[in-house]
Structure formats: C-alpha cells, structure tokens
C-alpha cells in the first residue's frame, strides 16, 4: 500500500496527536496547538477538529499541519514512527484479467488454424509430387511423392468443406481432424528448418500465402 493507504488504515489522528505530545482528555478534547489556545476547543479521535480556529482532517492533515510537512511526506513521517511498511513507488493498480473468448471466437480462431495449415500443406504435397517423382518406372518411389499421392485429394476435400461447407462441415473438420493438424503442422516447421526443401518451377512453398491455395 501507499503511505496514504497504511495512514488511513492503521492510524488515527488522536494517535499521532498523542504521540507527538498533545495531550487528550478521556473526551477526546485538546488545546489546539494551531492557535493560542487556552482551553480545550480540539476535538480529536479518527479524525481532528478545531471549534476555535476551524483546524480539520486526519491524521495526515495534523502532522503535515503540526511538523510544516507535505501530505506525502506526512504520511511518510507517521509510517516510519509507527513502524508501518509502505511502498514508495507510484501506486499500479492490478491488472485486469483478460476477457475470456466467446464460443464463436474459439471457433472461428480453431477453424483459421485449420485452414492455413492444411493449405501449406496442400502446397507442400503438390511441390512433393513434382520434386521427387521417379524419373523412370523403375526407380523406387520417394516417400515424400508417396504421401503426395495418398494425401492431395484428401486435404483438398478438407479445404473445401472449411472453404465452401456450413457449420457442421467445418466444425467436423475442426473437431475429428484437429489432432492431424497439429501433426502436419510440427511436419512441416520439421520441413522447413530441415534446409531440404527444394522448388519446383513455377511453385515455391515459401513463398506462397495461405490465401493463395485455391
């Protein structure tokens, strides 16, 4: 807390006036020490207040009138003579927790997560099935062609729900396809930092946006 906070927390007026020498009646009165004063007109308990020269506040207000202090500094002073721990910085007040994300939003973010992975990949297989198939018929497949062969017409089955389908057709891709997109997603960052990607004429998988796949 602030000085301020641990004043108006702890600390009476009465207090502080007591211990810096008033002295208070089993009634709460005093002779103001703001004016001459010569019988009790200050009433002091949480609070102060002179009926003779209209002297008035906390106790913040009555050191900082008795001492010639800055409230700042009054507060400072009655913290350090009671004893009581302050924080010295400006006061931050707590950070406010974060929205939480309509169903809608969830959805919509888990259905575009979907979309640009499954179109890298789509692209990743189409260079695949043109850098690395055989040369010849008797050369041995390439697993990367291989899997270029068996995937292609799937995903693109996949991006034209998501693209062209209603709620229940994107939403069957998000949920029964969702751990395969995690997978093909760690595949092709696999893929790319590898360095073994190469580029087929006219197709460069780097440099191809995910909004250009179709």
Known sequence: MTPFETVKSNV???QVAELYG????RRGMACCPFHNDKTPSMKVD????????????????F??????????????????DFGLPYETGPYTP???AKPKKSPEQIFKEAETKCFNVLCDYLHLLQTWKTEYA???????????????LNELDHIEYL???????????RAFVITDYGRKVIEIERRINEFRS?????????????????????
């Not at 949480?46 to 207000?61: N, Y």
């Not at 055989?134 to 270029?148: R, V």
């Open 94 to 96: 707590p950070a406010r």
């Open 46 to 61: 949480r609070r102060f207040h002179c009926f003779g020269c209209g002297a008035d506040g906390d106790a913040v207000d």
């Open 134 to 148: 055989p040369k010849d018929p008797s050369e041995e497949w390439h697993p990367y062609f291989y899997e270029a």
């Open 22 to 25: 008033l002295k208070v009646s």
């Open 194 to 214: 590898s360095g073994t990607a190469r580029s087929a004429e006219g197709c460069n998988f780097y440099g191809i946006r995910s909004h250009e796949c179709r």
């Open 63 to 80: 050191v900082s009138l008795h001492f010639g202090l800055s409230p700042k500094d009054a507060a400072i002073k009655i913290c350090k």
């Open 12 to 14: 009476t007026a009465r």
């Open 159 to 169: 991006l034209d729900l998501l693209l062209y389908g209603d709620v229940s057709d």
